[in-house]
């Protein structure tokens, strides 16, 4: 692919998260999407066959990006703080990247339950296997307790990532903390539930 079509790529996508945000998947269009990218539709059909697989290219486009981040093995710390801090972090900035969309899917998933039920979980499947398998290794490792049930713990720890987002955008008011004392504490509780005490049998 070259640079061009690479760029072209990258505006349609940028501008369908734009209109699905807004329109709903119903509501989008590919004509509305072209012309947010500033290109026709016939250009649009040439990079896409349908909106259907736009929709799916959005996701794999969020997926890519978060591989990408936490493919180096040194990203992942011995210090369980700072490692799931990092994790924390990321993840709150993709949600807060991505919320208008979030938001859009979870109004509509009774409406479209098939493409919410698809593109959701593809959004932060990546960061979730990649945090079962460095928790996974410190079990291991003996610094996490090797009784908790690692699945429902990580999902846990990201619904309560998740509810941050949900109040930033639902209740902006601030209430004497903000996104980053918020994200710090989500950390905090998970760490203090999962790690080996050395009081602990």
């Known amino acids: 692919?070259?640079?061009r079509t690479a760029q072209t790529r990258d505006r349609l996508l940028k501008a369908a998260v734009e209109v699905f945000s807004s329109a709903g998947i119903a509501g989008a269009t590919t004509r509305e999407i072209a012309r947010?990218?500033?290109v026709n539709e016939v250009t649009l059909f040439r990079h896409f066959q349908s909106k259907e697989q736009?929709?799916?290219a959005v996701a794999e486009h969020i997926t890519t990006a978060q591989i990408e981040v936490f493919?180096?093995?040194?990203e992942w710390t011995e210090?369980?703080?700072?490692?799931?801090?990092?994790?924390?972090?990321?993840h709150d900035e993709i949600l807060e990247e991505y919320s208008a969309l979030v938001r859009m899917?979870?109004?509509?998933?009774?409406?479209?339950?098939?493409?919410?039920?698809?593109?959701?979980?593809?959004y932060f499947m990546p960061l979730r296997v990649k945090l079962i398998?460095?928790?996974?290794?410190?079990v291991a490792q003996g610094r996490v307790r090797a009784d908790i049930d690692l699945l429902l713990?990580?999902?846990?720890?990201?619904?309560?990532?998740?509810?941050?987002?949900?109040?930033?955008?639902?209740?902006?008011?601030?209430?004497?903390?903000?996104?980053?004392?918020y994200v710090e504490s989500c950390v905090d509780l998970f760490v203090q539930h999962i790690q080996v005490r050395p009081d602990r049998t």
């Open 1 to 3: 692919m070259n640079q």
């Open 36 to 38: 947010v990218a500033g």
């Open 54 to 56: 736009l929709l799916s």
């Open 71 to 74: 493919a180096d093995p040194s």
């Open 79 to 90: 210090d369980l703080t700072a490692a799931l801090g990092r994790y924390a972090r990321f």
């Open 105 to 122: 899917f979870i109004g509509e998933a009774d409406r479209h339950p098939k493409e919410a039920l698809q593109v959701l979980p593809e």
């Open 133 to 138: 398998d460095y928790l996974q290794g410190c």
């Open 153 to 181: 713990a990580v999902d846990q720890f990201t619904g309560m990532l998740f509810a941050g987002m949900l109040r930033r955008h639902v209740i902006p008011v601030d209430r004497g903390y903000g996104r980053d004392r």
